[in-house]
């Protein structure tokens, strides 16, 4: 069965931290290809994080040095790691994995992946 789950998303003050988790099946798990997106309402889903077809690691600009990428192969899932979290973060947070062509660094923050996750909601307080 393919699958994407995420988890780790709540309610969180500005300042605080949240990991987020994504499990995959094992047909839709790779080190390559695989990223976070976030979406707020009336807004287009926007890349964060991730790894492009050959497993290098690229972040958008808005949250450098805040969020970290990372990934468990055995257990076939991938980690967005948010620190400081701010306001402006609260969005619900999206894995998605499978390019749909050979993406470079910044292609990679693109929608065009094959699977996606559910989403799960990251909401931060002032």
């Known amino acids: 069965q393919e699958y994407l789950v995420e988890s780790g998303g709540g309610s969180v003050q500005a300042g605080g931290s949240l990991r987020l988790s994504c499990a995959s099946s094992?047909?839709?798990?790779?080190?390559?290809?695989m990223s976070w997106f976030r979406q707020v309402p009336v807004k287009e889903r926007e890349g964060v994080a991730a790894?492009?077809?050959?497993?290098?690691?690229n972040y958008a600009d808005s949250v450098k040095g805040r969020f970290t990428i990372s990934q468990d192969s055995a257990k076939k899932t991938l980690y967005l790691h948010i620190d400081n979290l701010k306001p402006e973060d609260t969005a619900m947070y999206y894995c998605?994995?499978?390019?749909?062509?050979?993406?470079?660094?910044?292609?990679?923050?693109?929608?065009?992946?094959?699977?996606w996750g559910q989403g799960t909601q990251v909401t931060v307080s002032s």
């Open positions: 998605a994995s499978q390019c749909q062509f050979r993406m470079t660094a910044t292609q990679s923050l693109g929608v065009s992946y094959n699977y």
């Open positions: 094992g047909y839709t798990y790779s080190e390559y290809c």
């Open positions: 790894y492009d077809s050959d497993g290098e690691i």
